[in-house]
């Protein structure tokens, strides 16, 4: 372990995490279908023209985690329950982003198959994504010391946490410096399994 370690996993919440508002937020006449926002790649409007807007750092971070080289072998996943699945569902194929080839891309490409968008406990959601990283034959261990995963709210880390996985609060979203804090709480308690 060496301080330019990675995780093996990085796992976001999209409500809050990512982008606001929140999907249950559009009920009442907003919602679906969703139009990207000429002016502003961050950004979108719903069938009511309110605006959904990515978080802080989230395209810069999603852009840099897809394709530096420093994380081709950390894959990255979504694990949230949203109120409206098929809202995000479609605003994740809305946002686009540059893949490691230089291509457009639909954000959604970005985590694969590692996408668990329903109600559930998200520890469950991280049981999931363990279960088809492992189907994929990718060297991972059976607990989760190489998750990190990012939520805006305290009731999802007490809950993922509780199996192991670094869990980073972050109750405005991917802002400045949480995911430099989180990554640096990954090293500091794998650091700290190894002693």
């Keep these: 372990m060496t301080e330019e370690s990675v995780p093996l996993v990085i796992v976001f919440d999209l409500d809050g995490t990512l982008w606001a508002p929140e999907m249950y937020e559009l009920w009442g006449g907003g919602g679906a279908p969703f139009r990207a926002d000429p002016s502003d790649p961050n950004g979108a409007f719903d069938r009511a023209g309110t605006n959904v807007r990515l978080l802080g750092e989230t395209r810069e971070l999603l852009q840099k985690l897809s394709t530096d080289p420093k994380w081709s072998s950390t894959s990255l996943a979504i694990s949230s329950t949203c109120d409206e699945p098929r809202w995000a569902m479609e605003l994740l194929q809305l946002f686009q ?33 363990l279960r088809k990283l492992r189907e994929k034959e990718i060297d991972v261990k059976e607990d989760f010391s190489q998750f990190v995963f990012f939520d805006n709210q305290t009731n999802n880390i007490e809950s993922v946490s509780s199996i192991g996985v670094t869990s980073v609060y972050c109750p405005r979203g991917m802002v400045s410096g949480v995911f430099e804090r989180g990554i640096q709480q990954w090293r500091e308690k794998v650091k700290r399994s190894v002693l």
């Design 97 to 129: 982003f540059t893949d490691s080839s230089g291509r457009r891309v639909p954000m959604l490409s970005l985590f694969g198959d590692l996408v668990e968008i329903y109600s559930a406990n998200k520890a469950s959601h991280h049981r999931t994504i």
